[in-house]
C-alpha cells in the first residue's frame, strides 16, 4: 500500500483504466459520438481523481476494483465456456 502514496500519478493511471474497464462492460450500450464520449471520459477522469484521493487517505480502492474486474472477467470466462458446450450440443 505503501506504493500507492510513493506514486500517485501510477495510481491515478491505474484506478482510470480500472473504472474505464468497468464502464465500457458494464455501462456502455451503444456507440456515442466522439464529443459525448469524450465528456464521459473527462468525468471519469475526475471520478478517478476522487477515488485516488480515497485510496491514498487509505481506503483500499485499488484492490477493490481490481476484484471487480477479475469477477468480471470469470464471468466472461463462465459465459465463454458456456457458450462453446452448447454449440458442441
Known amino acids: ?3 500507492f502514496h510513493a506514486h500517485p500519478f501510477w495510481t491515478f493511471v ?14 456502455r450500450v451503444k456507440k456515442l459520438p466522439v ?3 469524450l465528456i464521459i471520459y473527462l468525468l471519469l477522469a475526475v471520478g478517478a481523481a476522487m477515488l485516488m ?20 472477467f470469470l464471468v466472461r470466462i ?3 465456456v458456456q457458450d462453446r458446450a452448447n454449440r458442441k450440443q
Open 14 to 27: 491505474i484506478i482510470f483504466v480500472l473504472m474505464t474497464y468497468v464502464y465500457n462492460k458494464v455501462f
Open 78 to 80: 463462465r459465459y465463454f
Open 53 to 72: 484521493l480515497f485510496q491514498l487517505a487509505g481506503l483500499p480502492i485499488v484492490p477493490s476494483l481490481t476484484v471487480a474486474v477479475a469477477l468480471m
Open 1 to 3: 500500500m505503501n506504493w
Open 35 to 37: 464529443l459525448k464520449d
